[in-house]
């Protein structure tokens, strides 16, 4: 195989491995839809980053975990519903972000590529980062599982319990921000959420445990990161939108095949 196709196929596992565990906790909280705010900000920080002439990886992974702080503050002052907010949050960075990549056309790739990812593009510095990152989320997720858990199930009954509920929800974003953040070189800022919430929820069909729905949306995951590499290999389509596609087509045949078990 080229060497692109692999630091490809790398990207797209790393990415999916983590993304089974953290995208779990946005389904059982259903904010699946915070997701789709954090990607994205993630455009207004590449332009940003185009702007600053730094890393854009780097400048839509800052401006995700500066876009999660910001919604934990406006939602801890309860001054609109949690669902409004996001709305507001997603609309306008997605709106701001686009004008200002937009303004600077001349030293910019194609917008498409930011949009639905450039996961043929991946380079050895973008793998250090997923990956080191990814270890990251991985590392605070295995400490955190059991009051994050809590929090799913019930967040009075967590705090009863003694449960820190605001300062997990935060890191708990923050987490997420930062999965976000480095796999836009993956699937796209419009389809970055297809790796955290398609696969988990496939895994729900039949899982029987919080732990098997997590290992079971990373092993979905990698499955689509293989299958969507393929097809676009072998029909010459965008690779993250086929990424993307067969999640979803996995999906479709997990629940398909749930109730004959």
């Known amino acids: 195989m080229d060497d692109f196709l692999l630091r490809a196929l790398a990207a797209g596992i790393g990415v999916a491995l983590t993304a089974g565990a953290v995208g779990s906790f946005l389904v059982w909280r259903r904010m699946a839809f915070f997701g789709d705010t954090l990607s994205h900000g993630a455009l207004l920080g590449i332009a940003f980053g185009l702007f600053l002439g730094i890393d854009l990886t780097l400048a839509a992974l800052v401006m995700c975990l500066l876009v999660a702080a910001g919604f934990a503050r406006l939602q801890g002052s309860r001054i609109l519903a949690s669902d409004t907010l996001l709305a507001v949050i997603a609309h306008g960075s997605l709106a ?147 990424v993307a596609a067969a999640a979803c087509a996995l999906f479709v045949l997990a629940h398909a095949l749930a109730p004959r078990r």
């Not at 079971?216 to 993250?240: E, H, K, N, Q, R």
């Open 96 to 242: 701001l972000g686009i004008i200002a990549v937009a303004l600077l056309s001349p030293r910019r790739a194609s917008l498409e590529s930011y949009l639905f990812g450039d996961l043929l593009a991946v380079g050895p510095a973008d793998l250090e980062l997923i990956y080191g990152v990814g270890f990251l989320v991985a590392l605070i997720t295995a400490l955190c599982w059991r009051p994050w858990l809590s929090m799913a199930v019930d967040e009075e009954l967590a705090r009863i319990e003694g449960v820190d509920i605001d300062r997990l929800r935060l890191l708990q974003m923050l987490v997420t921000a930062a999965l976000i953040g480095v796999s836009m070189k993956v699937v796209g800022v419009l389809l970055v959420t297809a790796l955290l919430i398609i696969p988990p929820a496939a895994a729900r069909a039949f899982a029987r445990s919080p732990e098997q729905m997590a290992a079971g949306g990373a092993v979905i995951g990698c499955v689509s990161v293989v299958a969507g590499l393929w097809s676009s290999y072998a029909f010459d389509t965008p690779a993250g939108p086929s």
